[in-house]
């Protein structure tokens, strides 16, 4: 099964909220390609940096990326 294209920060935002913080562990985040933000199209640096808000809150940092089509999964580790 592939990744979706499309989807809604909200959504990413709700799977982050699933994420539970702890020492050593990593996670990995699809994002498409595409997002909308209140059903309106979002710009791709407005979606990161809602998006990476909420996993620095959580006390993880970003540890790379994988392009793929449709979208990157972003990697994150807890943060030191």
Same mark, same amino acid.
């Given at each position: 099964?592939?990744?979706?294209?499309?989807?809604?920060? !909200?959504?990413?935002?709700?799977? +982050? &909220?699933?994420? *539970? *913080?702890? %020492?050593?562990?990593? #996670? !990995?985040?699809? =994002?498409?390609?595409?997002?909308?933000?209140?059903?309106? *199209?979002?710009?791709?640096? =407005?979606?990161?940096?809602?998006?990476?808000?909420?996993? +620095?809150?959580?006390?993880? !940092? %970003? &540890?790379? #990326?994988?392009?793929?089509?449709?979208?990157? *999964?972003?990697?994150?580790?807890?943060?030191?």
């Amino acid at each position: 099964m592939s990744n979706p294209s499309q989807g809604s920060i !909200e959504e990413l935002l709700s799977q +982050l &909220d699933n994420i *539970t *913080t702890g %020492p050593r562990q990593r #996670f !990995e985040l699809w =994002v498409p390609e595409h997002l909308t933000l209140r059903g309106q *199209t979002a710009h791709s640096d =407005v979606a990161i940096a809602i998006i990476l808000d909420k996993i +620095l809150s959580k006390g993880y !940092e %970003p &540890d790379g #990326f994988a392009e793929a089509a449709g979208g990157r *999964t972003y990697k994150y580790k807890a943060s030191r």
